[in-house]
Nanobody, 119 residues
C-alpha cells in the first residue's frame, strides 16, 4: 500500500523560504511523475510545479524563478523562495507512481499541508 506523507509547511515571513517534502512509503517500483498544487478556500486547485524523474521541470509564471521541484530517492521536494503573502495556501503533492516495472503508473495525492506567509 503506497502512502504519501507531506511535511515542511508552516508560518514564514514574506521574503522567506520553506521546503516542502512529500515522502513515499510502501512497496513501489518508481516515481514516474511529480507535481505540486496549491489551493485556497473557495478556489480551484492551482498547479505550481511539475516534472518527470530525471527530466525537465515546468512552472507557471507565479512560481517560475522562485519555486523548484526536485526528487531524491522516495522524497519529492518543493523549495519555495522569496515567498509572498499570496503564496498562502494548502499545498498538495501529486505523484504518478508505478507499482511494477512496465505497468502504467497510478496517481496519488498527498494529504495537504498549510503554508502561511505573513508578517
Amino acid at each position: 500500500q503506497v502512502q504519501l506523507a507531506e511535511s515542511g509547511g508552516g508560518l514564514v515571513q514574506p521574503g522567506g523560504s520553506l521546503r516542502l517534502s512529500c515522502t513515499v512509503s510502501g512497496s513501489f517500483y518508481n516515481i514516474a511523475t511529480m507535481a505540486w498544487y496549491r489551493q485556497t478556500p473557495g478556489m480551484q486547485r492551482e498547479w505550481i510545479a511539475s516534472g518527470v524523474s530525471g527530466g525537465a521541470t515546468n512552472y507557471p509564471p507565479s512560481a517560475e524563478g522562485r519555486f523548484t521541484i526536485s526528487r531524491v530517492a522516495n522524497t519529492v521536494y518543493l523549495q519555495m523562495n522569496r515567498l509572498k503573502p499570496e503564496d498562502t495556501a494548502i499545498y498538495f503533492c501529486n505523484l504518478g507512481i508505478r507499482s511494477v516495472a512496465g505497468r502504467p503508473w497510478k496517481e496519488y495525492w498527498g494529504q495537504g499541508i498549510q503554508v502561511t506567509v505573513s508578517s
